[in-house]
């Protein structure tokens, strides 16, 4: 169940020089849950969450975990070890084994031996690696090198775990293993900050959502909260078959109902922002020569608020 804030950000920013690479943002991530912020690339995910693990300084604003101040030096360690941050770049020696991997981080992190021995076991289990931990790293598939990555994130059990883009370059069965194990460390209290730019990656994972665009977070709640909001209302899609004079015939007649131009290159598909009167609206189709070949209405999405939230598409 997702509590108080564990993460808290209050006009988060960051300037190079000039440019602002975030503006200034205002989030809250409730304890427990699978936290997505989705965006294209250069949306500043990557800054923001950089900034979170006390990777980089902000230009202002300031951030919490678990209560405690993201901020350099001592006064900000209660913070950084609250923190498993797993990079988009991954962060191993692949001339050593997997155990080896997780004995240097386990150092780093200030585990004793005992301690390190147990949580390299538990999180090679975690991830599914545990028969292949005396194995040398540099054979591993992509997918592997994602778990084991994941797994080095996991050592000191953080309260807050940062994940971003953690299945860029795997396959869909290490993909489908990512996310069960996300899914595991959630239901077992862990909170997840999870970035991505894949829509349908954070439509099916996370709990919550923050859209990211430009250095801002334009919106924010639960998938279906973002829908209610910004998605307006269901879609009605033709698709239309005839020659290419029938096809331009019948949108320009269409267009009189309120239809728009589809993502169809051949302009055989039609979208009706609004519910239609159909009657007059095929026999006009009709008029031009075109057939009606489908009807279907266009199921509401994360893609559609993107698109009604910038104005262009996620992968634009």
């Known amino acids: 169940m997702a509590g108080a804030s564990l993460l808290s950000l209050r006009g988060l920013g960051k300037d190079y020089g000039g440019r602002v ?16 912020l989705l965006g294209p690339n250069g949306a500043g995910k ?8 006390g990777v980089i300084t902000p230009s202002r604003g300031a951030a919490t975990v678990a209560g405690h101040p993201v901020v350099a030096g001592a006064a900000g360690f209660a913070a950084r070890r609250a923190i498993g941050l797993v990079p988009q770049d991954l962060a191993l020696y692949e001339e050593l084994t997997a155990d080896q991997n997780l004995a240097f981080f386990a150092r780093l992190y200030g585990l004793d031996r005992a301690t390190a021995a147990a949580r390299a076991d538990w999180a090679l289990g975690v991830v599914g690696l545990r028969e292949r931990r005396g194995d040398a790293v540099a054979p591993y598939s992509g997918g592997m090198k994602r778990r084991l990555n994941l797994a080095c994130g996991l050592l000191h059990r953080p309260a807050l775990l940062v994940l971003d883009e953690p299945t860029v370059g795997v396959d869909p069965q290490s ?20 970035t991505s730019h894949y829509m349908e990656e954070v439509a099916e994972l996370c709990d919550r959502v923050a859209i990211m665009d430009g250095g801002e977070v334009i919106a924010a709640g639960t998938v279906a ?16 078959a005839g020659d290419a004079a029938a096809l331009v015939a019948a949108r320009a007649l269409a267009a009189r109902h309120g239809a728009l131009a589809g993502d169809d290159p ?10 239609p009167q159909l ?7 009709e008029t031009a020569g075109a057939t009606v070949v489908n009807l279907s209405v266009v199921r509401l999405d994360l893609e559609r608020v993107f698109l009604s939230l910038t104005g262009h598409s996620l992968r634009d």
């Open 21 to 36: 690479a975030v503006g200034a943002v205002d989030l809250e991530v409730p304890a427990g849950t699978i936290f997505g």
């Open 46 to 53: 990557t800054t923001t969450i950089s900034m979170i693990a």
């Open 175 to 194: 993909r489908r293993h990512i996310f069960d194990t996300i899914r595991a460390l959630r239901d077992d209290g862990m909170t997840v900050l999870y």
């Open 225 to 240: 909260e973002l829908v209610d909001r910004h998605g307006g209302p269901p879609l009605v899609e033709l698709e239309l």
């Open 266 to 275: 051949t302009g055989a598909v039609l979208r009706l922002p609004r519910p």
């Open 279 to 285: 009657g007059p609206l095929l026999a006009d189709v």
